[in-house]
């Protein structure tokens, strides 16, 4: 399930070939591996305006090991990031200042480079220039992550004022190879209280997560990812994909539990366990719920009988509401701190074509998220969604040659996206520095062009 292209067009032929043709060269991405540093070289930290997170960008990097060059301007070699702390702005002059910045020092960004953008909320601005000014920044990076080749991404953190403790957690992910495949994107943080202290490696230690359809794909890999950051997995998945989950759940020292997330009683054998069983040591209880279960029963809508319509917002939509309603109501099993990740699709945002089924039922999980966001605020968790674009896996690999090629390069980073990119991002928002993220939808899609 390589990518042959990618191969090619970075190898000694292929590469001199595909630039003489003109042809899209997608790089070989740099992704998270346990223990490696958080960036492979310096980086440089702008302001256009007051520049008030300036200071807490400095010391994470400085935390993490990373070299920050006083300016870009300081020697030739390339820079591993960029970071620009826009907030504290007016108006639109300002704005020069950001271009002013960026532009030499994106031009020194060297492969799989991060350019991340810090911005005061819109919605928070005492007058209409100085909303324009903030808006405009989410134009300017879903540009620049266009612009840039090499396997670099630009995203926006949008900071209000009582939010700077949320900030290192999301700056830590974005800078990460665990973010390689989330480009142009914008996530909007909320004041939250974030514990100290995480460990890097192993932040989900001593925690219980349960993944959903963990028997294969996307599922299986999160469940490696997330009991890799520490967690003890309960895999679920149906009694027809046991061996499988066994197999899973065996590598990974965690738990199969077969269930059928549509089941009458699904919720309530599911809360039962939770409560019943002390996993790894951990008293009862769940600290992550990933809804990753997930079902496509395509067809055109005049040709749509019921029993795709029904089966697929069953499995997708009514299971996720019903399961986390359920743990919402059972005292003590969602712990303090929890984090539910519900898989959406870009389907569900862009729509797609024989999938009003699926569309409807991915773009119902962002309705979820969002209006659930506030009450698990109160609780000191977090409910948000990720929506995959088009990830490599064998569903893809059996699609036709032109559809499949199509389909993966029409994305920034000009390639698909693998299961572990969605695995990872999922883990992020699964940590308790991710406590300001609440609500949102992160979508795992090289900044693809569908929906965007
Ligand atoms: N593959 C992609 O490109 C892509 C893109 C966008 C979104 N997604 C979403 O990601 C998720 C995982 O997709 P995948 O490609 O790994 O799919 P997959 O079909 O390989 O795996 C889905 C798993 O869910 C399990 N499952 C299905 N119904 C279930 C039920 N009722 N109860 C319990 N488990 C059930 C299946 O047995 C299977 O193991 C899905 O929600 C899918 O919609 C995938």
Aim: glycine share 12%; aromatic share 4%.
């Amino acid at each position: 399930m390589g990518d042959w292209y990618r191969d090619l067009a970075n190898s000694g032929v292929g590469s001199t070939l595909v630039g003489q043709l003109g042809l899209p060269r997608p790089a070989v991405l740099r992704r998270y591996e346990p223990g490696a540093p958080l960036l492979t070289g310096p980086a440089v930290v702008g302001t256009a305006g007051a520049g008030r997170l300036r200071e807490t960008l400095t010391r994470v990097l400085e935390d993490a090991g990373v070299t920050v060059l006083p300016g870009v301007d300081d020697d030739g070699g390339r820079l591993a990031a960029v970071l620009l702390d826009a907030t504290g702005g007016t108006g639109p002059a300002d704005l020069a200042a950001a271009y002013e910045f960026l532009a030499p020092a994106v031009r020194r960004l060297g492969p799989s480079g991060r350019v991340l953008v810090l911005a005061d909320p819109p919605s928070d601005a005492d007058s209409p220039a100085q909303a324009a000014a903030r808006q405009a920044l989410e134009g300017l990076v879903r540009s620049v992550a266009k612009e840039l080749r090499n396997g670099g991404t630009a995203n926006l953190l949008v900071v209000p004022a009582d939010a700077g403790a949320s900030v290192p957690g999301p700056v830590r992910f974005f800078l990460s190879g665990r973010s390689a495949y989330v480009d142009g994107q914008v996530v909007r943080l909320t004041a939250a209280d974030v514990p100290a202290g995480e460990d890097a490696e192993r932040p989900l230690a001593g925690k219980v997560a349960v993944v959903t359809g963990a028997a294969r794909g996307i599922g299986a890999s999160i469940a490696r990812v997330v009991a890799r950051d520490g967690a003890h997995v309960v895999a679920v998945d149906v009694p027809a994909a046991g061996d499988k989950l066994a197999e899973v759940a065996n590598e990974i020292g965690g738990t199969a539990f077969q269930l059928d997330v549509t089941a009458p009683d699904a919720a309530q054998r599911l809360v039962a366990h939770l409560r019943e069983r002390r996993h790894a040591g951990v008293g009862p209880g769940v600290d992550v719920v990933v809804h990753n279960a997930g079902i496509t029963r395509d067809k055109l809508l005049v040709n749509m009988d019921a029993a795709r319509w029904n089966s697929v917002m069953a499995v997708n939509l009514q299971a996720q509401l019903d399961l986390t309603q359920a743990l919402l109501d059972a005292d003590g099993v969602l712990r303090p701190g929890a984090r539910v990740v519900c898989v959406s699709s870009q389907s569900g945002i862009a729509g797609n074509r024989g999938q009003t089924n699926y569309a409807a039922s991915k773009a119902g999980v962002i309705g979820m998220v969002r209006a659930w966001a506030p009450a698990f605020a109160e609780r000191g968790a977090t409910i948000n969604a990720v929506a995959p674009g088009f990830i490599v896996t064998e569903m893809t690999a059996k699609m036709p040659f032109g559809t499949r090629e199509i389909g993966s390069r029409i994305n920034s980073l000009q390639q698909g996206g693998l299961p572990v990119d969605v695995a990872e991002t999922i883990a992020w928002l699964s940590r308790p520095s991710a406590a300001g993220v609440n609500g949102q939808v992160v979508r795992v899609c090289g900044q693809s062009f569908l929906g965007a």
